[in-house]
């Protein structure tokens, strides 16, 4: 009865072919949402752990988390490296790490920070960063490459790279009387960090140095030697991570800071600051299923429809069918069998249309959004939406089956002119 089904469609290509692009479009699309969800969620979570509270500018918890974490958007003010260090003496404060964001290397977020950073950044709950070549900083103009950033500019150690002045992918002015030497890179993270280089603070204000207001000052020049014999203690910075030695004093901590007199900052806590995002992006995300519900529904509604509008013109299979022996319940088993056929080949070329998708849309979303999808095989989730759209799919044929049954009782071998 399938071969038969397949035949009976092969010979509808047209028609068939459109309608099976309509359920594979609508299926990728439920799909993709879905991993989309899935995946930020999931690589979010994933980006930070073990840092007790980030510190940076008075402004919002989503805002500070997003730039000093994520690398997605910009800070709105620096705080003083006076407030950093005042903070850091804190009672309960174990550690800090300092983070200096605004500039960029061809397309990349340039981060300055301190040694520490390696050691006390935390990912995936318990996993440490790790070297895959090199170390951290020894030289003032040294940098730390992600993995990414090494994999896709094709850099190894002792490489020179020179950094663009701001943030965005295309920048006129660079610092390219400051080289840095690629001193280490890191090992795959699956965060943010593969898609970032690392600088020490002293080189993030070694860069600055020679600039004033956002340009270089005219007729002074400062070369990186003699950069080197300054004092390159910054005297701002983005924001900082904090580490506490006990994990029930971070209200207390976080309450202290915010209520600090000497310059307006906002402490937040990771997890909390992630919530709150999550919580924000529901209604965008029960959205989205919504319409690729409906985009799925509306996909299986022409199916139904160009099997419907194709019963008339088969009466005359039907009758032929009947006349070699076939009972109106191999009629009906016909075209069931069709529309299982549809929702099988839809369901299966949605999922080969979804990773086509990923793998042409993974690095431009990874780029223009810093979100890293990664390419694996569905979840039991996708199977359960794969499933119930081919089992949507088959129940929607038993209509035109039931019609098809009931016209195969009444025509008999006679012909409606």
């Known amino acids: ?56 500018a008075r402004s919002g918890a989503i805002q500070l988390l997003l730039y000093s974490v994520f690398r997605i958007g910009n800070a709105t003010n620096n705080i003083s490296w006076e407030t950093y260090q005042d903070i850091g003496s804190f009672p309960r404060v174990l550690w800090t790490v300092p983070i200096s964001l605004g500039d960029s290397h061809r ?7 301190s040694s520490a950073y390696f050691e006390h950044y935390r990912y995936a709950r318990t996993e440490t960063l790790q070297f895959s070549s090199g170390g951290s900083f020894v030289d003032v ?20 790279i020179v950094v663009s002045h701001g943030a965005g992918a295309v920048s006129f ?6 080289p840095f030497r690629v001193a280490g890179i890191l090992r795959p993270t699956g965060t943010p960090v ?70 307006p900052v906002l402490a937040i806590i990771p997890g909390v600051a992630l919530q709150e995002l999550w919580d924000l992006m529901s209604v965008a995300e029960n959205l ?13 509604l022409g199916m139904l429809t160009v099997i419907l509008s ?32 549809f929702a099988l080949v839809g369901a299966a070329a949605g999922v080969v249309l979804l990773y086509v998708a990923l793998l042409i849309g993974q690095p431009i979303v990874a780029r223009e959004f810093g979100l890293h999808l990664p390419i694996a095989l569905p979840g039991p989730g996708d199977w359960w939406i794969i499933a119930a759209v081919v089992a949507a799919g088959t129940a929607a044929g038993a209509v035109p089956a039931i019609r098809a049954y009931r016209l195969s009782l009444a025509d008999g071998l006679s012909m409606r002119i």
Do not use: C
Not at 33 to 41: M, Q, S
């Open 107 to 113: 397309g990349f977020r340039v981060m300055g920070t």
């Open 310 to 341: 194709s019963l008339e013109a088969r009466r005359r299979e039907m009758a032929v069918l009947r006349s070699v022996g076939a009972r109106p319940l191999h009629v009906f088993a016909l075209f069931m069998s069709e529309a299982l056929v």
């Open 141 to 160: 103009f040294d940098a730390v490459l992600g993995a990414e950033v090494a994999n896709r500019l094709g850099y190894a150690l002792d490489d020179r």
């Open 1 to 56: 009865m399938v071969r038969l089904a397949l035949r009976s469609v092969f010979s509808r290509r047209v028609t068939a072919g459109l309608t099976l692009l309509a359920i594979a479009i609508s299926v990728a699309m439920l799909l993709g949402v879905e991993k989309v969800r899935r995946d930020a969620r999931g690589a979010f979570a994933n980006t930070i752990s073990g840092t007790d509270l980030v510190v940076g």
């Open 288 to 300: 989205l299923r919504f319409v690729s519900a409906m985009v799925v529904a509306t996909g299986l």
């Open 173 to 178: 002015v660079e610092h390219d009387d400051k």
């Open 194 to 263: 593969d898609r970032t280089v690392h600088v020490s603070v002293q080189g993030f204000t070694a860069m600055h140095v020679d600039w004033r207001a956002g340009a270089p000052m005219p007729g002074l020049t400062i070369t990186a030697d003699e950069a080197r014999g300054m004092d390159l203690t910054p005297k701002t910075i983005t924001a900082f991570l904090v580490g506490l030695d006990r994990k029930i004093a971070i209200f207390d901590v976080q309450r202290r800071i915010n209520e600090y007199s000497e310059e």
